[in-house]
């Protein structure tokens, strides 16, 4: 359960995030979308305690991750864009590596288990992460969310670059993380797949949540027109 109250964050006399009241529940994913510059990031930062709020507050699980960061982040997994994995490594080496961060000691029959949970295929579970695709690494960092049992699943714009088949892919593994319990905020530029993924949408500007929708509520085309409508595009449809 990811929640926040006011959550408000100031970079000099910049306001990149204004009293940001969001919940996501268990087995809920939640989508942001917004311009550059809505203050996406800097919620997804706030809440990794990368960055403290200057005012309001945010929990996971319940526990507040401005003071208490260290404990929340027990139960956080986050995949930015470019996941961060030992290059030299292969894809079990970073996993157990990861895991055992997490406080996790897997056999290697539980590491290759998770691997084939996240999607990867057998015969990747040995190569250098060097030599994956963008779609292979976001797998390891869906196994290492599986592996640590993460409640909370922080995503950063995970489908750029993405074939439209590795997309869908990495959609239906959300899916099935929801369907665990994991509740799931992701920033994201991509309306379709956060349409096909989410339960819930928000539509950020100018650090502001300024629309909320339930996804199997709105059509695709719907969510576009109110999202270029926030946005004071030209074309949008009245
Ligand atoms: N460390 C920082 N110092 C100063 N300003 C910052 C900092 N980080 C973000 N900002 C500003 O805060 C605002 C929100 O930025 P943020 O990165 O959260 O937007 P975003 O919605 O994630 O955009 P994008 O879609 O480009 O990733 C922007 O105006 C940005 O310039």
């Known amino acids: 359960m990811i929640t926040t109250q006011n959550l408000t964050k100031k970079y000099g006399d910049h306001l990149a995030l204004n009293k940001l009241n ?7 994913i939640y989508c942001l979308l917004g311009a550059n510059g809505a203050g996406k990031t800097t919620t997804i930062n706030l809440l990794l305690g990368f960055v403290q709020p200057t005012s309001g507050s945010a929990s996971i ?11 929340a982040k027990k139960y956080l997994a986050y995949i930015p864009e470019n996941l961060m994995l030992y290059p030299n490594l292969s894809a079990m080496e970073n996993l157990d590596y990861f895991s055992g961060i997490a406080g996790k000691s897997l056999s290697k029959t539980q590491l290759k288990a998770f691997l084939a949970e996240a999607g990867l295929q057998n015969n990747a579970f040995e190569k250098r992460i060097a030599t994956f695709s963008k779609g292979m690494r976001q797998k390891v960092g869906i196994s290492i969310a599986l592996a640590k049992d993460a409640k909370v699943l922080l995503l950063d714009e995970p489908t750029p670059g993405l074939d439209p088949s ?9 899916q099935r ?16 797949r956060a349409r096909e993924v989410a339960t819930h ?9 300024k629309q909320q929708f339930v996804a199997s ?11 270029l409508k926030t946005m004071d595009y030209k074309n949008a449809l009245p």
């Not at 969001?22 to 809920?28: D, F, I, Q, S, Y």
């Not at 590795?166 to 959300?174: R, V």
């Not at 665990?180 to 379709?192: N, Q, S």
């Not at 928000?202 to 949540?209: A, N, R, S, V």
């Open 22 to 28: 969001l919940t996501v529940a268990e087995g809920n």
């Open 61 to 71: 699980n319940g526990i507040d991750v401005t003071t208490n960061s260290r404990e």
């Open 166 to 174: 590795a997309s869908n892919e990495f959609g239906l593994l959300l």
């Open 177 to 192: 993380l929801k369907e665990k319990g994991v509740a799931t905020l992701m920033a994201t530029h991509d309306i379709f």
């Open 201 to 209: 949408i928000g539509i950020m500007k100018d650090g502001q949540l």
């Open 217 to 227: 509520e709105i059509s695709l085309g719907d969510l576009e027109n109110a999202y």
